[in-house]
């Protein structure tokens, strides 16, 4: 099993910057992917970032491109991080961090095995 816990989100306005951290626990980070999604009220759950096992391998929605930056740091604090510059309020939603089995490089939230409980990111205009 692996516990994640998110932190980071928060009120900022439209242009700024947060940073979002996920804590892992439990089995061995580092054989991990791990992703970002975010749900906003009333949509689907949709895929952010995901970054393999190494950290080597990185993907993202076309919506986030060159604004958000996923990381992790394997060696001592098991945690992820979601960098997102230039924030506009359709990035508004409740972020969720996730790790799947495998190490598999994917988009899909059904393929994921583990989840956080999420951490509500807010942009204002």
């Known amino acids: 099993q692996v516990q994640l816990e998110e932190s980071g989100g928060g009120l900022v306005q439209a242009g700024g910057s947060l940073r979002l951290s996920c804590a892992a626990s439990?089995?061995?980070?580092?054989?991990?992917?791990v992703g970002w999604f975010r749900q906003a009220p009333g949509k689907e759950r949709e895929f952010v970032a995901v970054?393999?096992?190494?950290?080597?391998?990185?993907?993202y929605a076309d919506s986030v491109k060159g604004r958000f930056t996923i990381s992790r740091d394997n060696a001592g604090k098991n945690t992820m991080y979601l960098q997102m510059n230039s924030l506009k309020p359709e990035d508004t939603a409740v972020y969720y961090c996730?790790?799947?089995?495998?190490?598999?490089?994917?988009?899909?939230?059904?393929?994921?095995?583990?989840w956080g409980q999420g951490t509500q990111v807010t942009v204002s205009s």
């Open positions: 996730a790790a799947g089995d495998g190490n598999k490089v994917t988009t899909f939230p059904y393929e994921y095995d583990y």
């Open positions: 439990g089995r061995t980070f580092s054989s991990f992917a």
């Open positions: 970054i393999s096992w190494s950290g080597v391998s990185t993907y």
